[in-house]
C-alpha cells in the first residue's frame, strides 16, 4: 500500500488531497514509537503517520480489515471504502472525482 500512497500524496497533495495512515499495533514492540519512527524514515513515508496504540481510531472507523482504505470528502463524509490490496485504479478515479467537486 506504500507506494499507492506515496504516489496518491504526491500526484494531489498540491490538490488538497491528504493521506493519513493509522498505524495500529498488532504486537507489543510495534507500540514503541521510536521503531514507528525509523519504519516511516526507512520506508520513505512522506505523509502523516498516526500511532494508534490503543486502537481508538480503528474501532471509531468499525475498522475490522487491513488494510482499509477511506476517502473523505470535503464536507467530512466518507465517500468510498476499498478493503484489501489491489483496486488502486477505482480508488485513483475516486480521488479525481471528490477532488473535482467544488467547495459548497
Do not use: C
Request: charged share 20%.
Amino acid at each position: 500500500m506504500i507506494p499507492s500512497l506515496r504516489g496518491w500524496h504526491n500526484k494531489y497533495g498540491s490538490q488538497g488531497f491528504t493521506v493519513i495512515a493509522n498505524h495500529y499495533p498488532e504486537f507489543d514492540y510495534e507500540t514503541d514509537l521510536g521503531l514507528l519512527k525509523q519504519a516511516v524514515r526507512e520506508l520513505n513515508v512522506p505523509y502523516p503517520v498516526v500511532q494508534d496504540n490503543e486502537g481508538l481510531i480503528w474501532r471509531a472507523y468499525d475498522n475490522r480489515y487491513w488494510p482499509t482504505q477511506y476517502l473523505i470528502d470535503k464536507w467530512g463524509n466518507i465517500r468510498f471504502i476499498h478493503i484489501g490490496e489491489g483496486g488502486g485504479h477505482e480508488t485513483e478515479s475516486v480521488i479525481q472525482a471528490l477532488l473535482s467537486e467544488p467547495y459548497p
